[in-house]
């Protein structure tokens, strides 16, 4: 087998938005896959509301647990606000795929800041190779709106190269026993979502 | 088995494969997850101390009695520990002893980044150091063997990217243990009185100069010979990151940072040009390589002493420096698209029971005096009601300082009040208390119960009925204890009631003596609380923001069809709490109608 290079994607949301289990899968997956995966959150006061991000890399032999600015693959957003602020993340001709969900940042919702009223087009403009789905309404459509980080790896998923097998046995795996139908169609919805929608 | 473990997770795991019989911590962003993960493994008793410093005790104890023992805490811990810490350096240890110190460089969730290394040196005991989940695992085992081989505690020491980071871990299996019948008396070791303790001090400085000579052949430290224009001296997450700028350059790859292995350090700078040492925070190797007269081509005068490193400042930084062999796609430095786009800082979440207390006090315009937890998050907008903030337990004893120093206040506002949580005045708020109780000093103490260690994640403590290991336990009674300690004026009230609370604080800041006030109310977030959402009469709001007041992520302001200012509660987010509805002077927020949206069993304000 030829060497397998490092691929960088990066994850940013919102605390509480499940940024971490959807972390836990993609290496659950690309371990099962036979890679080597490092994984770098931060826990603590930013999961009181806060913007998180998750590194999540693999490859034959990964070194450093974080993704340097400029250099990621994919940029995986699931909120917008949060999409837009890690797109220099990206390496030129890197993939965003974002959830259109808008949460106000505190500052908002106390009324001291307002939330960019064109989001969208500033992360058109700001990146053309991108995707926007809305993870939470098919999410619904799935069954529950907890599953939109389910919906936000299948989107992503045709762009990595797992088979969607490993991806199933995996959601399978670490989704409550009842949500797993659930969950799977979550999944197949977001692979549905990229193969369909395009800004 | 092949498993994705963070570097805690590694840490409890290779801990229990090292026969640890107990563990103690305080939980502290970034170690809490050690010793929850420890907890559910079987055989090993698993606690959480009320702060550091008895963990420590708690787990020297248990080594003098023959078990491994382990003692987690976050860098600033070590602090509070110290004490038994430097005593355990002289006394040694029976079963092996490893403290865990989790520092937070770049302070992800710390008040300070200091470099815990030097305690190792301070305290002259050795310091382990991992760069993966792997090494962590592989390398606290290796750190209970150094313990009990050189008679020393171990100090390991992780950074939040070595504790929080995940890649992909080798288990084993746990050694068999020997049960342990009772205590072998050895007075002169561990009685430290100073006839006793002259005898060690020598003791300790030759073992020091045999844990130096240990160093030169441990499986801990290990030559990576590549490209040999440069080599570099690394440990923990600076080798990855440097691994990762300079794919082929030579390394010596320290896992034990002290003492140093000279001979193996010597042997290395001989194969390369150039050296550099590349360490997060301070120049601690580095340091100690250039007292041993070993040529250093760069180290601090070229990476960052503040914050952390990363793989893209750790190639920018030494390309400066004209080192070879660079990663390239790491020397972009893209800027932000949006400049000045807005923030999205932590926030009370949505019923949180701090919100109605710092309402109060902002309206109050008092001083507040804080502490460590989630409501430190009161210091923010759009409260800005928290105006000093340090370490564990300084709240009160801060307080009692100002108190005693300033006139009388003739207003009554000017009264200085003290802000802490359940979980840090069992820390270290008691003492301060107790001060304060002792020596009279008119400051108002505020107690927020909200019966959980919130900030680190909701762990237990002596106030919540239950242990780490799910068993049930007896309840601090704060309002008892106080009163015990003398106080005459101890005040309960429900923090979601905002006339009651900002009458209580009225009467106890005029107050002539000192005085305590526990606002109970449970975590919303913890104990997964929600009652049905409020709403807003559309027709009824005016638009004034008053409520927003509350800095709650439910609210939403927004313009109507008719170009009207508005607000609205997202019902989804709504925990029912009632605060924005008590500020709004209009009557526009009402109370849930039943059946309505946002409904849960309302278990938890009934049954407090």
């Known amino acids: ?199 | 088995m092949s498993e994705m473990l963070s570097g805690n997770e590694a840490i409890a795991r290779g801990a229990w494969e090292s026969g640890v019989r107990l563990a103690a911590a305080y939980p502290g962003t970034p170690s809490t997850e050690i010793l929850e993960s420890l907890a559910k493994y079987e055989g090993v008793y698993c606690e959480w101390s009320p702060n550091e410093k008895v963990a420590m005790e708690v787990g020297t104890g248990a080594s003098w009695a023959g078990a491994r023992a382990l003692v987690c805490m976050k860098h600033v811990g070590l602090n509070v520990a110290a004490d038994p810490f430097f005593s355990a350096g002289y006394t040694g240890v029976e079963g092996g002893l490893v403290i865990v110190s989790a520092d937070d460089p770049g302070m992800h969730s710390s008040q300070d980044e200091q470099d815990n290394r030097n305690y190792a040196k301070f305290a002259k005991v050795p310091v382990v150091e991992p760069s993966d989940s792997g090494e962590a695992r592989e390398f606290i085992k290796l750190a209970f063997d150094l313990s009990e081989d050189y008679d020393t505690p171990v100090l390991f020491r992780t950074t939040t990217r070595t504790s929080h980071s995940k890649s992909i871990v080798e288990s084993g299996e746990r050694l068999t243990l020997e049960p342990l019948k009772k205590m072998k008396k050895n007075w002169t070791k561990y009685t430290m009185m100073p006839a006793n303790a002259i005898v060690r001090h020598p003791i300790i400085e030759q073992r020091l100069a045999t844990l130096a000579e240990y160093a030169e052949t441990s499986p801990l430290n290990r030559m990576e010979m590549g490209d040999k224009r440069v080599g570099f001296v690394c440990a923990g997450a600076s080798y990855a990151y440097t691994r990762e700028a300079f794919p082929e350059a030579s390394f010596l790859k320290l896992g034990m940072t002290y003492p140093l292995p000279k001979k193996l350090i010597a042997d290395f700078r001989a194969q390369v040009e150039k050296l550099y040492v590349v360490e997060e925070l301070d120049p601690f190797i580095e340091e100690l390589i250039r007292l041993q007269g070993i040529k250093v081509d760069g180290g601090k005068g070229i990476i960052p002493i503040c914050g952390e490193l990363d793989p893209g400042l750790v190639a920018r930084c030494l390309v400066v420096a004209g080192i070879p062999g660079v990663e390239e796609s790491l020397l972009a430095v893209p800027s932000p698209v949006v400049e000045d786009l807005v923030g999205r800082p932590p926030t009370m979440c949505p019923g949180c029971s701090h919100r109605g207390v710092f309402s109060v006090l902002k309206k109050l315009r008092v001083f507040v005096s804080g502490d460590i937890g989630c409501y430190a998050l009161g210091a923010l907008p759009p409260f800005g009601a928290m105006h000093c903030s340090t370490c564990m337990g300084a709240s009160i004893s801060m307080a009692h300082g100002m108190a005693k120093v300033l006139d009388p206040p003739a207003d009554p506002r000017d009264k200085v009040v003290a802000v802490i949580g359940d979980s840090t005045f069992f820390h270290t708020g008691i003492n301060s208390l107790m001060d304060v109780a002792y020596n009279k000093s008119r400051i108002l103490a505020l107690i927020l119960d909200n019966r959980t260690t919130a900030m680190t994640g909701g762990q237990e403590n002596p106030g919540t009925g239950k242990t780490l290991l799910r068993e049930p336990a007896t309840e601090v009674n704060i309002p008892g204890l106080c009163r015990d300690m003398g106080l005459k004026r101890v005040v309960e009230i429900d923090p979601y009631d905002l006339k009651q609370t900002e009458r209580v604080l009225r009467e106890e800041l005029a107050a002539e003596e000192p005085s305590v006030v526990i606002a109970k109310a449970p975590c919303v977030l913890q104990f997964r609380i929600r009652v049905p959402a409020y709403r807003i009469d559309a027709d009824v709001c005016t638009g004034c923001k008053r409520c927003l007041q509350a800095g709650c992520m439910a609210l939403n302001l927004y313009v109507d069809e008719h170009g009207d200012r508005k607000v609205e509660i997202q019902a989804d987010q709504c925990a029912g709490c009632g605060v924005c509805s008590q500020l709004c002077k209009e009557e526009a927020i009402l109370p849930p109608t039943p059946g309505g949206v946002g409904l849960r069993t309302p278990k938890g304000r009934e049954a407090q």
């Open chain 1, 1 to 199: 087998m030829s060497a397998r290079p490092t691929t960088n994607l990066l994850l940013s949301g919102v605390g509480g938005q499940g940024v971490v289990l959807a972390s836990y899968v993609l290496s659950q997956v690309a371990m099962a896959e036979g890679y080597d995966v490092k994984q770098s959150e931060v826990h603590g006061m930013s999961q009181r509301g806060g913007s998180v991000t998750s590194h999540f890399r693999f490859g034959d032999k990964v070194a450093a647990p974080l993704i340097t600015p400029g250099t990621a693959d994919i940029l995986l957003g699931f909120e917008a606000l949060e999409a837009l602020r890690y797109v220099h993340w990206l390496r030129p001709g890197g993939l965003l795929i974002y959830n259109a969900l808008q949460i106000n940042p505190s500052p908002v919702a106390a009324g001291l800041a307002t939330y960019p009223a064109d989001i969208d087009a500033q992360i058109a403009a700001a990146w053309p190779n991108v995707r926007r789905i809305d993870a939470n309404a098919l999410a619904q459509q799935a069954g529950t709106i907890k599953a939109a980080n389910v919906v936000m790896l299948g989107a992503v998923s045709g762009a990595l190269p797992f088979p969607p097998a490993a991806w199933e046995e995996v959601i399978r795996r670490v989704v409550p026993p009842k949500t797993i139908d659930v969950n799977l169609a979550a999944f197949r919805l977001g692979v549905a979502a990229v193969a369909t929608e395009v800004v």
